[in-house]
């Protein structure tokens, strides 16, 4: 029977560095699968993911247990990803003229039809990977939280460590700040 | 043609990025380069770490020094010297003059 992730961490405080590699195992598809909503290059993700292991095995002291293990490593996650968009915050002016042809025609598509642009398709992809990459460093952390993993308030609020009005304050700037970038592009396109 | 509808916009490009979660994958071996990582990390130096707080305890107690060098100054000077009688001050303001040795004087 594998041991479980209480026995794991007791180990490890107690000296035994490589029962860390469990955890590791067991975890680092949800931590690679966070770090990828937030960065677009694969070294950027394996640089945060390995950042948030290193940070976990250094603070697992303070891993009290009173939530899962899991819970725990995520919240370090999230912070982690929110501090390499607050580091990478000068990379985000772009010209919104170099959208693909595809973001273009759907761009177009849904200008003359909006029921008739499909939101399954790449370009609708590739054009919100494009908006959320404009935004800035609490925009995107909570846009990404709320509307598209669809968090609760609640949830983002354990997650960020900020408080809950807090959340709620920024979910408001991040979704105006968003349609500003989208009216941008909208303008930048048709004028 | 520009007068889109940016909230319709907005909804649909969320509901574009909900529909395409990222990848779980994991390059090969990825556990191994972090057990690498965290073996290949220095171990703290103990010396280092003595010299460090020594450094940090210099500068707390060269910032209470500047402080209580701050609020002696600051409590031991003397309150400047209110006149209280203002008839005298009068006094001596006008006569002033009379005290100086004329310059045609000989």
Known sequence: ?191 | MFDMNLSDLQTKLLRAARQAPPRDTVPYAFEKRIMHRLASAAPENPWAAWGSSLWRGALACMAVTILCAVWSYSGSRPAPVASTDFSQDLQSVVFASMGQPSEDAW
């Open chain 1, 1 to 191: 029977m594998d041991p479980t992730d209480a026995e794991l961490i007791a180990a490890v405080l107690a000296g035994d560095a490589a029962r860390f590699e469990p955890l590791v195992v067991k975890y680092q598809p949800r931590v690679f699968a966070t770090a990828r909503r937030y960065a677009r290059r694969e070294s950027e993700v394996e640089d945060i993911v390995q950042e948030v292991f290193l940070k976990a095995f250094q603070k697992l002291a303070t891993f009290r247990g009173d939530a899962p293990f899991e819970h725990w490593l995520m919240r370090l996650a999230v912070r982690t990803c929110y501090d390499f968009l607050r580091s990478h915050q000068r990379n985000r002016e772009h010209a919104f003229t170099d959208l693909s042809p595809p973001e273009q025609d759907w761009l177009a598509q849904f200008g003359a039809a909006p029921d008739g642009a499909d939101d399954r398709a790449d370009a609708a992809r590739q054009l919100v990977a494009r908006v959320l990459e404009q935004l800035s460093a609490p925009a995107r952390l909570v846009i990404t939280l709320l509307e598209i993993e669809e968090r609760s308030v609640k949830e983002i609020a354990e997650l960020t460590g900020w408080s809950v009005p807090l959340v709620k304050v920024r979910a408001f700037r991040a979704r105006a700040e968003m349609r500003k970038i989208l009216a941008k592009i909208a303008k930048d396109q048709y004028l």
